[in-house]
Every structure is written in C-alpha cells, then in structure tokens.
C-alpha cells in the first residue's frame, strides 16, 4: 500500500468531491496546491483516477438472445382453468383408431352400460339414506395441503378454486423446507398444483390421484367430502 | 394506438399498467442490460445474475400497477434489482457475513464469486478481471453503492432514493469503496504504477 496516510485536514473531502466533480473553482486551486506540495497525496489521486478509468472501461454484460422471450414468458397470464377446458375442447385433435382398439372400446360402453344399469335398480330398490342437510352437505370444509421444497423461497397453490391463480394462495414455510396453507372449500372435486419459486409448476407428490391436463403435465385432484358423506 | 421503441419510459409504463404486453416487452428489453450490469457486478457472472435480473423484471411486472410515478421507471427498476440482490447476498453467507459490513476488513472475508480460471482472465484481460473481482470482493454495502454510482453512472440523489440511505451516507461508502480497490488492485501496473 501507498504510505499516503491522509495528509493534512480536510485532503481526503477534497479528493472525495474532486472525484465527484463537487469542487467550486477556490476548492480546486486548494486542492492543486496540496497536491504539488504533497508527494504522497498526488500519488493517491492518481491511483484514484486510474481506477476510474477503468472502471469506466469495463465491459456491459452481454444480454442473452433469450432474456426478454423468457421475462415475457415469466409474466405470461395463465390461463383461468375455463379457458384451459374450452381450449383442450376445441382444440382439433386426430383420432387414430384399428380394429381391435374400436372393439375394446364398444367392450367397455357396453359393460359401463350394464354396470349403470344394475346399480340404477339397485338404488330404486333401497330405502334412502338418511340424508345430511343442504347446510351440512355443502357446508366448506378446511383442507390443509402441505408440500416439502426446502430450496424454495415461495410456493404457492394454483388450482379451480382459485381461478388458477397461483398468487391468491401462497403457501406459509412450517418446518425445515415444509410449506403449508389451509383453505376452505366446499364438496367437490378439484384439480390444482403447486407453483415454486413463481415459476415451476409441480403436482402434488402426496396426492391420492392425479389427472392428465391436457397440456403433457399431471394436476393433483383433490376429492373434498362434505361431514357427512365422509361418514357414509 | 401501438407504442414503438421510441416511446419514453412513462408511456411505456402506462400502456403496460392498461395491459399492453408489447410495451413492457420494450420496457425490458431497454433496461436489460442495466439491470444485468448491477446483478452481475452484485452477484458475479454466475448463472444467479441472470436469473435475478429476470426475476427483477417478473417482480417489477407484478408490482406495475402500484407503480405511482413517484421516481423514474429506471430508478425504481433499480431499486428491486437492488434488493434482489441483497436477498441473494443474504442467502449465500447465512450467518457468516454482515452485509452492514463497514470495516475494511470486509475486503478479506468476501472471497471472489468466480473461480480464478486462466481463460477468463485471457478473455477478459488481467487489469478488468481484477477489477471485476475486486469489486466483488468489497462489502455489498459499499459495492451497491460503487456499483451504481462508478458502473452505472447514477447521481446521489438517485442512489438515495434507490438505496433509501442518505446522501451523505452515500458518498462516504463510494469514498471507502474506491479507496479499497486502490489497495486491492496496487499490485497492478495499470492501476498503480
């Protein structure tokens, strides 16, 4: 290191606002005055405005082709979960069939067709059940998911309760790498997944069933019972 | 009517907050290499600093429509990029390293973020090498600070509002910044002679 020590009082500010460019014209014929008097002194500020130089010089980073496309992607509007089903509707698809692929299909029609049928007497048949209330039957019942992501920073729950919109549920860290949240919900059956970090779409792993959805991933389904079809 | 390139930022912005797609295309792709410039003498030039400018801008598009004009667009961009940064830093060295740093000390505890490979500093050249590991290797407080001021050229009335540290604050963290890679660097002809 230069032995420059800081030199008489008040060289350091002047330096400092000379690199700045804050010095008034009487600052500035101080300043040169010092440096022609002090060795050490003008050794430093020259040093300094060395180091400015090449700072100045320093590449910019160079920008990847795909930065922008991917921000974009990042922030692309997902799909409510309407759109997804209109779109999987509509969308043209070519049906490859053969003989013994037609004939295993009229197979399962046909014994779906007796299996409704015996069940449709079956039920005509049995007295009903006692039958909850209305209230009770479509009552919201508080389900808890949980995840285990220890890398992540957040993670949130996207699914058809929440119009696919991953940033009305986040999820709350629990334990070591465990997330958490509880929403309410009333009996149905509902597809979601999880959303890491704002950008990785996972199924549920603990999910009991998971579903094609369309778009080559799996979505978890989740199968909400109210009180009293759980106890049936 | 479409914006072009040629719109200003605020223009941008609005058009961005009713929706319009393509102007915040615009808006990212005029301030990519900023924002790229502060996360990678920030974080290093690993993999994190893309992905930290990229999560700046998702974050910045989250954010849009509470975006009152307060400050410029590029100051505000800034800012998150900034604190992007910081949770990186604080996530790397949990424990280890204060990023209130202030001590000169700072400069031996942060070891640089790259590996000293001979291909880079061919590519690169020796002099901007070290310096680019020098910068890294200063306290974050004082890098963000020297970052802004030397690399990105803002003045400290912007950093201050940035930073959200005074001014006076400001100038003394960029004073002990350049006067620590003065040392750093001294062995080398091009910054010491």
Known sequence: MRDHEMNPAGSDELVQRYLDQELSGDERVQLLVRLGRDHALREHVIDLEKLMLEVRRLPRPMVPDTFVARVMDLTAPTPAAWRRVFDVLWTPHALHWNLAGATAALALL???????RELFWQRASTPAPAVATALDASAPVLVRLVVVQPDATTVELAGDFNGWD???TPLEQTTSGAWAVTIPLEPGRYEYMFVVDGKQWIADPFAVEQSDD???SRNAVLDVRSPAEASL | MALDGAADDAALVRASQRGDRDAFGILVSRHATSVLSVTTRMLGPTADAEDVAQEAFVAAYKALHGFQFEAKFSTWLYRIAV???????RARRPGTVSLDATD????TSWEPADEDTPHRALEQGELAWELDQGIQALPPLYRESFVLRHIEGLGYDEMSTILGVHRDTLKMRVYKARNILCQSLAHLDGVRR
């Open chain 1, 214 to 216: 369309g778009f080559g």
């Open chain 2, 104 to 107: 000169e000390d700072g400069v």
């Open chain 1, 166 to 168: 991953p940033r009305r």
């Open chain 2, 83 to 89: 604190n992007k940064c910081t949770d990186v830093l």
């Open chain 1, 110 to 116: 046909v014994a779906g067709a007796l299996v409704s």
